[in-house]
């Protein structure tokens, strides 16, 4: 009988023990979910350039005030991700009170005319926004007809995956001045500068090095006083510099 109530008194113990502990981790939790201190007190926004601070935080449905606990960072972050110019996004709590958004941008390399409007689009040729010519300072790809879906879909034609990565090798300090990229039915490719100035690069190869020399020749003649009609660059061992009258 001893060995009974030495049995029953250990259970009322070890039910005594589980209810304290649920109590504590009931205490617990009423803290983290109430507790003022767990309230989001700043949203910090890291890596964006094209979109504001603001417009993110919006998206993200996040706001300051809410339970650090209760903000749902994976929604938070597919609706981020949905904007046609963010190509990463990354959401993560600093405790107490504070939610980072890294994100990185798709970079807009050039214009393209859809719809009877130009779109930006990155190296990748996705549809990012709206755009303007001269007004981005971005170089308008023309030659071929193209397909837009819609912002932040690829948009597809003929040629366009050649004048995207011709804009890409091309040298930072050429692309600048350029006002359009222009390829032909029969793949060869040919630039416009912002003067006016023709450079037919021909065929896409080595579309760096005809870049920097096209670059070297501007200087040079510009240096001279000189106007050119057009370099062709077609047979890189053997430029043409056509100069105008």
């Not at 919006?58 to 949905?82: C, E, P, W, Y």
């Not at 366009?160 to 490719?189: C, F, N, W, Y």
Request: hydrophobic fraction near 45%; charged fraction near 20%.
């Amino acid at each position: 009988m001893q060995g009974v109530a030495r049995t029953g008194g250990k259970k009322r113990v070890i039910l005594w023990q589980s209810l304290f502990f649920i109590f504590i981790l009931l205490m617990a939790a009423y803290v983290l979910f109430k507790s003022p201190v767990f309230n989001i007190g700043k949203i910090i926004v890291q890596g964006n350039n094209l979109l504001t601070a603001g417009e993110i935080v919006r998206v993200s449905g996040i706001v300051t005030g809410m339970n650090i606990f209760q903000a749902d960072l994976k929604t938070a972050a597919g609706r981020i991700r949905s904007l046609p110019v963010i190509k990463e996004v990354k959401v993560d709590r600093r405790f107490p009170g504070t939610v980072l958004i890294e994100v990185t941008e798709r970079v807009p390399v050039a214009l393209v005319v859809t719809g009877g409007r130009f779109v930006e689009l990155d190296a990748e040729g996705y549809y990012l926004r709206e755009g303007s010519a001269g007004a981005t300072g971005l170089p308008v790809i023309t030659g071929m007809r193209v397909q837009a879906a819609g912002p932040g879909r690829p948009v597809k034609g003929a040629g366009i995956d050649t004048a995207l990565r011709v804009v890409r090798e091309l040298p930072g300090a050429l692309r600048s001045v350029l006002s359009e990229v222009h390829v032909g039915g029969d793949g060869r490719v040919t630039l416009y500068t912002l003067e006016g100035i023709e450079c037919r690069l021909g065929l896409p190869g080595d579309v760096y090095q005809k870049g920097n020399y096209f670059l070297q020749v501007l200087k040079e003649l510009k240096e001279k006083g000189k106007n050119i009609e057009y370099v062709d660059f077609s047979i890189l061992s053997s430029p043409v510099v056509k100069y105008r009258n």
